[in-house]
């Protein structure tokens, strides 16, 4: 398979981002909170740590909610 033909058929993953629409939303508000502050000092030390933390958390729990899914499930089944 050519580099190609890997870019132009979408992985498991990214077909169930697309198909979930809450966590579509939130990877949709990460990235928009992401752009926003590029190149911009727009948060404390402080207030970066807390996000950096609640970023952490929330991805834990992405990434567990991806591993509980159909299919992860069909996967390891």
Known sequence: MTTS???SVPSPSATDRRRNPRL???VD???ASIRAASNAD???AD???TYEADMARIMESVRA???SGPAARA???
Do not use: V
Request: charged share 40%.
């Open 5 to 7: 033909d890997r870019q």
């Open 24 to 26: 579509r939303e939130l």
């Open 29 to 31: 508000e990460m990235m």
């Open 42 to 44: 727009l948060w404390s």
């Open 47 to 49: 207030e970066r740590a």
């Open 65 to 67: 909610q991806a591993l």
């Open 75 to 77: 996967r390891l089944g």
